[in-house]
């Protein structure tokens, strides 16, 4: 299979409980893949979960080992990929998907023997629409941004960034129809945004009103974040899609 894993991570709270969720963001691009139609999923109870249910340090290497092992033997067995992993509660859930799974109750027990200190448990489906990849593992919108912010906070890392350094930050929203995007820019003018320019796009895209806005702001995560996903949610209220912002490096 011609394609590169990329592995990002997210959080969020489920009835007060942190989940922590990593996955194969490539794979969004790829699902359903018609030729691994089962799901496989393994169960395992962390040995030293933390106060908040996940896992801590001292245990990761060892998930870390055991889950190598894993995907090894299902993709030697089932043409498996590894799509993600959650973990909450104390417990960490596997997911693959894969051609088939004859035999899989063979490599499930050949997992529990070599690490007997982990309490396993398994099992698989057919789905061939990849839902519990798509609803469940993939990450919402805001989510998405979150992921998003974090790699270009990485990237300015790299060139010495001081994040909460106060800089010019752009933004781009784009929107079904003028009447719409007329709305919102109202609305970002009053929080103190600038309208830096408004293009139409003709690239047959669904929201071709593009609007480009700016102001001075820091670029600390959780600033960031939360800035984001407030455009966010402005631009669903005129029927927009928030695409994103960019910033210059700013080191002192």
């Known amino acids: 299979m011609s394609y590169q894993p990329k592995w990002e991570f997210y959080q969020f709270e489920a009835d007060d409980k942190p989940v922590s969720v990593m996955l194969d963001i490539a794979l969004g691009k790829l699902a359903p893949m018609p030729d691994k139609s089962i799901l496989i999923w393994f169960r395992l109870k962390l040995l ?4 908040n249910g996940l896992a801590v340090r001292e245990e990761i290497d060892r998930l870390v080992d055991l889950e190598r092992e894993v995907e090894r033997e299902l993709e030697e067995a089932f043409g498996a990929v590894f799509s993600g992993k959650i973990t909450t509660e104390g417990f960490r859930d596997l997911y693959f998907y894969a051609e088939h799974d004859f035999g899989f109750n063979d490599i499930l027990e050949q997992v529990q023997a070599r690490y007997p200190h982990y309490d396993l448990t398994g099992g698989s489906k ?20 979150t992921i998003l912010n974090r790699r270009i906070l990485r990237q300015l890392e790299k060139y010495g960034d001081k994040h909460t350094k106060p800089r010019k930050v752009d933004h781009w929203i784009f929107f079904v129809n003028e009447a719409d995007r007329k709305n919102f820019i109202e609305k970002v003018i009053e929080k103190g945004f600038v309208i830096e320019s408004k293009e139409t796009m003709q690239d047959g895209k669904p929201h071709p ?32 899609e928030y695409d994103g912002w960019e910033t210059m490096v700013m080191k002192e």
């Open 126 to 145: 057919t789905d061939p629409d990849w839902a519990v990849y798509r609803e469940i593992i993939y990450p919402t919108r805001s989510e998405l941004h």
């Open 48 to 51: 030293q979960p933390g106060e």
């Open 209 to 240: 009103l593009k609007v480009r806005i700016s102001r001075i702001d820091n670029v600390n995560e959780v600033y960031i974040n939360q800035l984001v996903l407030n455009l966010t949610e402005l631009a669903g209220e005129y029927n927009g």
